[in-house]
């Protein structure tokens, strides 16, 4: 299971080693982790997080858009843009 903590040791692994090719992050919401994660991700330099549009989001998909850019935005994320 991926855990925020795990996130934060891959993303920085990965970037280390991709240099400037963009990094980017889809985590399906099944364990419940997958907002934390993607919040995690971002705070690591990750500027691609992939999200879904309430009706589709949640369960065994992406996590929404909207509660992802309302974490982003409460966490003062200053490069995010919707």
């Given at each position: 299971m991926l855990t925020?903590?795990?996130?934060?040791?891959?993303?920085r692994l990965i970037k280390q080693n991709i240099g400037n090719v963009p990094a980017r992050?889809?985590?399906p919401l099944q364990h419940g982790l997958a907002p934390f994660n993607l919040l995690e991700a971002v705070k690591q330099g990750v500027?691609?997080?992939?999200?879904?549009?309430?009706?589709?989001?949640?369960g065994s998909s992406q996590p929404s858009i909207f509660n992802v850019v309302s974490n982003?935005?409460?966490?003062a994320i200053s490069r995010w843009s919707t």
């Open positions: 925020p903590e795990r996130t934060r040791t891959l993303v992050v889809s985590r500027r691609i997080v992939h999200t879904a549009i309430p009706p589709l989001a949640n982003l935005r409460a966490l």
